[in-house]
């Protein structure tokens, strides 16, 4: 599967933004999703994950209550919705995908496919 991150930009803290990761394949579905971020210097890290059907979702504690994963099967989507940014959330965000039923990994490596990107700047 291919994966495409889009949505990133400058925001001022407590602005919100919406970022995409639009992926191709028919098995789309049967993938956990995953979203990632990576600050300079910093390593990269978990941020929310989604499972194949939407059914449970996972939110790293600096994500919990800002921040919301969802996916469209039917548009091979899935979106992480950020509200209330700070500038701790400058990082490059990336989607991750893992062909698995029910689980949802924390681990970047546990993901098999990623998309390239997409840079959010928070300013204060």
């Known amino acids: 599967v291919q994966l495409q991150a889009s949505g990133g930009g400058l925001v001022q803290a407590g602005g919100s933004l919406r970022l995409s990761c639009a992926a191709s394949g028919r098995t789309f579905r049967s993938y956990t999703m995953g979203w990632f971020r990576q600050a300079p210097g910093k390593e990269r890290e978990f941020v929310a994950g989604?499972?194949?059907?939407?059914?449970?979702?996972t939110y790293a504690d600096s994500a919990k209550g800002r921040f919301t994963i969802s996916r469209d099967n039917a548009k091979n989507t899935v979106s992480l919705q950020m509200n209330s940014l700070k500038p701790e959330d400058t990082a490059v965000y990336y989607c991750a995908a893992k062909s698995a039923v029910g689980v949802i990994g924390r681990n970047s490596g546990w993901y098999d496919y990623w998309g390239q990107g997409t840079q959010v700047t928070v300013s204060s």
């Open positions: 989604i499972t194949w059907n939407g059914g449970s979702t």
